[in-house]
């Protein structure tokens, strides 16, 4: 079993989506820590994830060869961002803090990307902490070859089922893990943040969500000035769901009562919400999705991956030297510097080494490279 890629057009309005996404896990991190439902930046990437793969990747062939090319294309993309960013977090600290900071087997989970397996903030988080969503990533890749065929077949029944794991693992995390351990053992809210079993009805609701778009001949139909203003629905929508959804969430849950079944729930409210976006922008065809189509706007999505694994590096560092980052002007500065470097490392590391992956990797099968 293996993915044959077809040509297909850059959706150009969900690449701009990535910036979009990023900048809200980079504002989280830094000027709006109180802001929880900003999480949600990182379940987006999960469900866009879902949705581009099958949208790039939607035909099953045999061979093993072209299933091995498919995961080494997809480790291309992230791991060699992330072995740098590891470099430089090992760099800058004195190798006593780092013996104290992290573990042996978390160093080793690290460069291997399966910190997120272990639901142990210490270990999680280890050295670049962002890096643990890479860990839940790696599995969807690894499951997507499986999973495509049977969302092609039955998308609402997978959907369904992983919505029955979800539930499942939750409550038997809830029963046997400790509330909240601060970092030092396993707990009911690091298995909840981190574990990448509790994630996978994300990935699967984004891929269930682009065999329905592939297959809706009626995306090809209507008047700019109709997308357009489903566009801006959708949009506005989505902005207005962000904050809401933590309301709802509480509404639903009692937030003082039940805060991490609320937060669970805050971020299970957005992936619907995240679904309409993608799905109406995926068109391409009103106001919104050309204003996103240009060019400097999809650049930004294109250096977002770096931006997301660079940002919290550059904040430590810039807090050595006492620098105001949560100031207005101190912060625009900080996001231009965070920029400025996520270009240098997307045009002068993550497309070189992702080529030259998998051009090596194409020598071993007689592929074109891509």
């Known amino acids: 079993m293996a993915l044959t890629q077809k040509s297909t057009p850059v959706l150009a309005p969900l690449t701009t989506f990535r910036f979009l996404a990023a900048m809200a896990i980079v504002s989280l991190h830094t000027i709006a820590q109180k802001e929880e439902y900003l999480r949600s930046g990182v379940t987006f990437f999960y469900v866009l994830s879902g949705f581009i793969l099958t949208y790039v990747h939607p035909y099953i062939e045999h061979g093993a060869g072209k299933r091995l090319r498919f995961w080494i294309v997809r480790m291309a993309r992230i791991w060699p961002l992330h072995l740098f960013t590891f470099a430089i977090v090992v760099a800058a600290k004195p190798f006593g803090v780092l013996l104290q900071q992290h573990l042996i087997a978390g160093t080793a ?26 860990s839940v990533e790696v599995l969807f890749y690894a499951l997507f070859l ?16 992983s919505l029955a794991l979800t539930a499942s693992l939750n409550g038997v995390a809830y029963v046997v893990l400790p509330e909240n351990t601060l970092g030092n053992v396993a707990s009911y809210q690091t298995f909840l943040t981190f574990c990448p079993l509790m994630h996978l009805y994300k990935f699967i609701f984004g891929m269930a969500l682009g065999v329905w778009w592939m297959s809706d001949s009626r995306r090809k139909i209507g008047q700019e000035q109709r997308n357009s203003g489903l566009e801006l629905l959708a949009f506005f929508g989505v902005l207005w769901m962000f904050p ?10 009692s937030g003082q009562t039940y805060p991490l079944a609320s937060r669970f729930m805050q971020d299970f409210i957005c992936v619907p919400g995240f679904g309409l976006l993608l799905y109406v922008f995926a068109n391409q065809m009103g106001i919104i999705s050309r204003l996103f189509s240009y060019r400097w706007f999809v650049f930004l999505g294109e250096i977002s991956f770096s931006v997301y694994m660079i940002h919290g590096i550059v904040a430590s560092l810039l807090s050595r030297s006492n620098f105001p980052i949560k100031s207005p ?11 400025g470097l996520s270009t240098v490392l997307y045009l002068f590391l993550e497309k070189p080494a992702r080529r030259g992956i998998v051009r090596l990797a194409d020598l071993f099968h007689g592929q074109k490279a891509s």
Do not use: C, D, H
Request: proline content about 5%; cysteine-free.
């Open 146 to 161: 499986f999973l495509l065929p049977l969302i092609l077949k039955a998308p609402l029944k997978v959907i369904a089922l």
């Open 329 to 339: 002007i101190g912060w625009f500065l900080y996001v231009v510097v965070v920029i």
């Open 109 to 134: 989970l690290n460069l291997f990307l399966l910190q997120a397996w272990v639901p142990i903030s210490r270990v999680a988080l280890s050295y670049n902490g962002v890096a643990w969503s890479l």
């Open 244 to 253: 809401g959804s933590e309301t709802l969430a509480q509404f639903l849950i």
